[in-house]
């Protein structure tokens, strides 16, 4: 069982395997609510109305810093398991399955078609319990095109997973991992103002 603070997160009863709801209904009737929201208020919506969409995450719960943005095409699953800092973007397209919370850090940018995944089931249980784990991607990190972002994951600071790459564990600050399974190649090389972040 995972512990759980809040209630409509409550997933302990669920019994997958004989179509059982893994989620409460007050859970359940937030996203259908939210899922209808977003068909007919957001989806359509080209990017220069990030305002728009923005005050509608926030209305629903996610945590949004000024400015980032969420593009129409893309799909949360949860918006108060989203957070976005400042300058953070959700690129077209890309999947942010929050069973758990998602953080995004402060300039962040999370690519077309990427998918980020924070919910799996036990294998090893005869239950197939559903297990939720947090997903947090540092500031100025870069999850490119399509890539896949498991549950658990932290993507540290400057860090870049490169495009369809898929990873299942961490990714340290200023790190370039490819590939599926993703690997590491290098260290990003970054001057900002100067300052030099990383270097081989």
């Known amino acids: 069982m995972q512990k759980k603070n809040n209630k409509i997160l409550d997933y302990s009863v669920s019994n997958p395997l004989q179509g059982g709801p893994s989620f409460t209904l007050k859970n359940r009737a937030i ?3 939210w899922n209808v929201v977003w068909f007919l208020a957001a989806s359509w919506t080209p990017p220069f109305m990030h305002r728009w969409r ?19 095409s893309a799909r949360v699953w949860f918006p108060p398991l989203l957070e976005l800092h400042d300058g953070a973007l ?14 995004i850090g402060r300039c962040a940018l999370v690519s077309q078609g990427a998918h980020l995944c924070a919910g799996t089931h036990n294998i090893d249980d005869p239950d197939f ?12 990190a870069w999850i490119a095109t399509e890539a896949f972002v498991g549950p658990g ?29 993703a690997r590491y190649v290098r260290k990003r090389k970054l001057n900002i103002k100067g300052r030099e972040v990383s270097h081989e």
């Open 90 to 103: 959700v690129a077209e397209r890309v999947i942010c399955y929050n069973q758990a919370k998602v953080v």
């Open 31 to 33: 996203r259908a609510t």
């Open 153 to 181: 994951v932290t993507i540290g600071n400057y860090a870049v997973l490169g495009a369809r790459g898929v990873t299942f564990k961490n990714v340290e600050e200023t790190m370039v991992f490819i590939g599926n399974p």
């Open 54 to 72: 923005r005050m509608l995450l926030i209305i629903f719960g996610a945590k949004m810093g000024c400015p980032s943005d969420v593009r129409g």
């Open 129 to 140: 319990q559903l297990v939720a784990k947090p997903i947090s991607i540092g500031e100025h």
